[in-house]
């Protein structure tokens, strides 16, 4: 199983990013999608998931600025980060938690977001 992350950079506050997660299609269609974040020291934070039939969930901090979507077609899950803050700089995972015959949670590699001036 692959998830294939992209999108991080250096953005300034109150600017914008798009993260993708671009997974294989049978394990897309029957995984609730979801990124994760983790700053040195921390533990890692749930940010956003998105379900098969489009259901989302936000951490608080975040409500209103970011926004997860999936689409279909291309098997991928985006996070479009909006207002961001400087306390939003952390390596943000992909995640897929499969449910299908079997239970497995699998990981992309993480890309680093840095909000600062």
């Known amino acids: 199983v692959q998830l294939q992350a992209s999108g991080g950079g250096l953005v300034q506050p109150g600017g914008s990013l798009r993260l993708s997660c671009a997974a294989s299609?049978?394990?897309?269609?029957?995984?609730?999608m979801g990124w994760y974040r983790q700053v040195p020291g921390k533990q890692r934070e749930l940010v956003a998931t998105?379900?098969?039939?489009?259901?989302?969930n936000y951490a608080d901090s975040v409500k209103g600025r970011f926004t997860i979507s999936r689409d279909t077609a291309k098997n991928t899950a985006y996070l479009q980060m909006n207002s961001l803050k400087p306390e939003d700089t952390a390596v943000y995972y992909c995640n897929a938690n499969f449910r299908h015959t079997y239970r497995a949670m699998y990981w992309g590699q993480g890309t680093l977001v840095t909000v600062s001036s």
């Open positions: 998105t379900s098969p039939s489009g259901s989302t």
């Open positions: 299609g049978s394990i897309f269609s029957n995984s609730i």
